[in-house]
């Protein structure tokens, strides 16, 4: 194709989206080198993925693991660090371009600052970073001039519906499956358990994000990701339940034109995408039959039902560092559901309780976000712990 050879980095490479990007990759080598994986525990499957890809460094988040990573690695004459700190260091190296943040949770937002500090093209699977200082790093990226290319699905759809138009959007509509309990009563999705809602209909991803999806966190964290990435405001976004999941999100312009990006559900399309803008590659997708599609079906999301969703626009409406907040209390009511402390019902409880009882501050700068953070995931805690 007569291009230069991407350099990546890939934050979070023994997770869902990490181990699909490696696999775009493997597809096709002429086009990218692995500088950089950086994994949190899964120390076996870092040093199996360094000794195929060969990056030149890697890092393991926990410690403990270093000694473990680095006597397997060494032989390979690959670099082992540990720590997240390390990641913020080695992400500004010149020997990477692209920066795939991969990382789950509010963890990723510190790499992801320093990556575009370093003018590093950011292809964004964190949604996280956006929902706690979207304002921050929007404005940081636009000031670095650092384009942010977005990996989920949905804000990739957008991404790529507006491609060429330079007409004013007049609405987003950003779609979603429904999740597990689409159809499911108040009482058995309050009851839900651990199996059930891990076992989404259309897409495989990792444990977090199955669960938000389940209780439409998910689809109200995209919400605050896209009212960052495409500057629009909460009542220009409108969230619709698409459950066969093909059209991954549409946009409305001025003429009353909808534009919808269309695929089979699979990941690693946004994120050759993302790691190959502005170009497209072959992929061993599935094609969509159209004949055997029979149907797709639209309606608005049930929010008495699903209360995440709410919390997402009244936090996203309340503004300041409120998305912060809403989004540590997610983190934690999660885990905690994880471990079988809380009920599945009790994951909005403890958001509820949280927004609720914590100040907002108004124009936070990030040393303010990482202290809101902090201390929502601190009333949270106290809150399950008391359940």
């Known amino acids: 194709m007569g291009e230069y050879k991407r350099h990546i980095a890939i934050l979070g490479s023994t997770g ?37 890809f060969r990056p030149n460094a890697v890092v393991i988040c926990d410690e403990s693991k270093y000694d473990e990573v680095q006597s397997a690695l060494d032989p390979l004459d690959i670099k082992v660090f540990a720590g997240t700190d390390s990641i913020c260091s080695l992400v500004k190296g010149e020997n990477i371009d692209i920066v795939l943040t991969a990382m789950v949770g509010f963890s990723g937002l510190k790499p992801t600052i320093a990556a575009i500090e370093a003018s590093k093209t950011i292809a964004l699977a964190n949604k996280e970073t956006l929902v706690a200082a979207g304002e921050i790093v929007t404005g940081l990226a636009r000031r670095s001039k650092v384009p942010i290319v977005p990996v989920d699905s949905e804000h990739s759809a957008i991404f790529q519906c507006l491609a060429g138009n330079w007409s004013p959007i007049e609405k987003i509509l950003l779609t979603g499956s429904g999740g597990p309990f689409l159809n499911a009563s108040r009482e058995d999705i309050y009851n839900a358990t651990r199996e059930q809602a891990l076992n989404h209909p259309r897409w495989k991803m990792g444990a977090k994000v199955t669960i938000d999806s389940a209780s439409l ?13 495409f500057d629009k405001d909460p009542s220009d976004i409108e969230v619709v339940i698409h459950p066969q999941s093909i059209i991954h999100s549409m946009v409305q312009f001025e003429d009353g034109t909808v534009m919808a990006q269309m695929s089979i559900p699979d990941m690693r399309i946004p994120i050759q995408y993302a790691i190959g803008y502005p170009l497209r590659r072959r992929l061993d997708t599935r094609r969509i039959d159209f004949a055997e599609l029979a149907s797709m079906t639209f309606f608005k999301p049930d929010t008495e039902r699903f209360p995440c969703l709410g919390y997402a626009y009244d936090a996203l409406r309340e503004g300041g560092d409120a998305t912060c907040i809403m989004n540590a209390a997610n983190e934690v009511a999660v885990a905690a559901f994880l471990q079988g402390k809380i009920r599945f019902g009790q994951i909005p409880e403890v958001i509820d309780h949280t927004m609720s009882v914590s100040a907002i501050v108004r124009e936070p700068d990030l040393e303010s976000i990482c202290l809101t953070n902090d201390s929502a995931r601190k009333t949270a805690e106290d809150y399950v712990n008391n359940l």
């Open 16 to 52: 869902s989206i990490g181990t699909q990007a490696l696999d775009v990759i493997s597809q096709h080598p002429e086009a990218f080198q692995v500088e950089l994986l950086t994994a949190n525990r899964n120390s076996k499957l870092l040093v199996e993925q360094a000794a195929r």
């Open 217 to 229: 966190m998910n689809k109200g964290l995209e919400l605050i990701e896209a009212r960052w990435l």
